[in-house]
Each structure stands twice: as structure tokens, then as C-alpha cells.
């Protein structure tokens, strides 16, 4: 199994809410590794990237830095969509 770790900042001005959240639970879902997201900002624990719930209460804003980090065979490729997402300030 592999497993793949980043920190990255969150450049959107909405942060992780709303419309940029679906899109980073959406990139997250089609991959079959289990993919963990923590505000490293606001030192949160790691929760699921895969939960609106869970990703929601992380209170991502912009300029927070957050972890992803991802154990499973397509580990990294996950860690990879997610960075391009986030670099691409989520398609705007």
C-alpha cells in the first residue's frame, strides 16, 4: 500500500466552503484511497476528506495552510488531483 502526505495553502477567497468544497469532496471521491485533510492553521486533526461534514467543520479560509494525506493504491494520484484543484484556485 502506498501512502502520499502534502501541506498546501487554500489561495480561494472562500476557502474551503460552499462551491470549492464540493469540488474538493468530488476530486477526493474518485479515488479509492483514504484520503485525510487537516487545517494545519488552526492545528485540527486529520478528518475525512471525503465528508462535506468533516471538511466543513475544518474552517478552511484562505490563506490557511492545510495536510492532505492519502494511504491506498491511487494515494498518490489523489494527492495530485487535490494539489492541481487547489493550485488551479478551483477551476476560477
Not at 485540527?44 to 471538511?55: G, H, I, Q, Y
Not at 494511504?71 to 476560477?92: M, P, R, T, V, Y
Request: aromatic fraction near 4%.
Amino acid at each position: 500500500m502506498s501512502a502520499a502526505t502534502t501541506e498546501i495553502e487554500v489561495r480561494h477567497a472562500a476557502g474551503l466552503h460552499l462551491r470549492p468544497a464540493a469540488l474538493f469532496l468530488q476530486t477526493a471521491g474518485a479515488y479509492e484511497a483514504d484520503i485525510r485533510v487537516r487545517n494545519v492553521t488552526r492545528d485540527t486533526p486529520f478528518k475525512n476528506a471525503k465528508s462535506m461534514l468533516d471538511v466543513m467543520s475544518l474552517a478552511v479560509k484562505q490563506g490557511h495552510l492545510i495536510e492532505l494525506k492519502a494511504e491506498g493504491e491511487d494515494a498518490a494520484e489523489a494527492i495530485e488531483a487535490l494539489q492541481e484543484l487547489i493550485n488551479s484556485n478551483f477551476g476560477e
